[in-house]
């Protein structure tokens, strides 16, 4: 079945580091592939999603690209800030609309 | 506008007592999602409606969990009897439709622990 797989956490960096956040998923057809983000105390929030290969959604200085070649869709920043500091997750959209989300990586960044 | 609203933000009771979560989704949202997440894990999908009609609900374990949607609007996920190991973030989501690309969004998610 369908599934993703995201790097493990935690990952802790220096403010204006840059930051990666493996993602690689398993899916039938073409799914959309998505990051979500989790600020401590709050719910997921959508970081950016991307709906075909090649795509490359950004938002909030952070991008990921939908490489279907490497089923893979990376989180990427930069430079991170401290505000940046919370549990990100990868998920996927299948066919049959149902979403299946990472473990989560959480980060910590350090000024 | 409003977001995903879900009551009560957090619930203890003890083992065997039932338990009941609400979700009021975006206004507008036709497909409405009840997750489970455990610490240090993922969502995991419990089940969805599109409108008031549950269209997945494999994952829902049936002998103690219930959900509705009346009307296709609010809904209740139940739980009845809670067990230790219900202990857990139960999170709501809604969405626009049923299309792939579209985003979910969520509450803030009821923890619940059970003693």
């Known amino acids: 079945g369908d599934s993703v797989t995201q790097m493990e956490g935690p990952v802790t960096l220096s403010e204006e580091a840059f930051l990666t956040i493996n993602c690689t998923y398993t899916?039938?057809?073409?799914?959309?592939l998505f990051w979500y983000v989790q600020y401590p105390g709050e719910g997921l929030q959508l970081l950016l999603k991307?709906?075909?290969?090649?795509d490359k959604g950004s938002n909030k200085g952070f991008e990921a690209t939908y490489r279907k070649e490497t089923t893979s869709f990376h989180l990427e920043k930069g430079s991170v800030q401290v505000s940046d500091s919370a549990v990100y997750f990868c998920?996927?959209?299948?066919?049959?609309?149902?979403?299946?989300f990472g473990t989560g990586t959480s980060l910590t960044v350090i000024p | 506008e409003a977001g995903v609203v879900q009551s009560p933000r957090y619930k203890i009771i003890e083992k065997k007592q039932p338990v009941a979560f609400w979700c009021n989704p975006i206004?507008?949202?036709?497909?409405l999602y009840w997750y489970l997440q455990n610490l240090g894990q993922g969502p995991e999908l419990l089940i969805r409606?599109?409108?008031?009609?549950?269209?997945?609900d494999s994952q829902l374990p049936k002998d103690r969990f219930s959900a509705e949607r009346l009307k296709g609007v609010d809904s209740t996920l139940k739980i009845q009897p809670a067990e230790l190991g219900d202990s857990a973030v139960y999170l709501c989501?809604?969405?626009?439709?049923?299309?792939?690309?579209?985003?979910?969004?969520f509450g803030p998610g009821t923890r619940l622990t059970v003693l």
């Open positions: 989501a809604s969405s626009l439709g049923s299309w792939t690309g579209n985003e979910q969004f």
């Open positions: 409606y599109e409108n008031e009609e549950a269209v997945d």
């Open positions: 991307a709906t075909k290969a090649d």
């Open positions: 206004s507008g949202h036709n497909t």
């Open positions: 899916a039938t057809g073409y799914p959309s």
């Open positions: 998920a996927l959209s299948d066919l049959g609309n149902q979403f299946y």
